[in-house]
């Protein structure tokens, strides 16, 4: 009775599958993916950029503002 079981669990998952990758290539994938890809990829590479740009502005503004190392520590913080 397990085997049975087994057996149409896996079929049903198998269709499920094929049912899915139906779909997605029923939907396509043009122009508005495409430019959704690049905006996000655009956002996301300007987060990251943050980082190093506080990394590099640091020292002149520690010089130049006279910040302590609190006041540093606060400027990394988001």
Request: charged share 25%.
């Amino acid at each position: 009775a397990q085997s049975r079981e087994g057996g149409s669990a896996a079929s049903e998952l198998e269709e499920l599958s094929e049912q899915y990758e139906d779909i997605m290539e029923d939907c396509g994938h043009g122009k508005f993916q495409w430019t959704l890809f690049i905006v996000l990829g655009l956002a996301l590479m300007a987060d990251g950029v943050e980082c190093y740009v506080v990394a590099f502005a640091l020292p002149s503004a520690e010089k130049d503002l006279c910040l302590s190392n609190a006041e540093k520590g606060m400027l990394g913080k988001s």
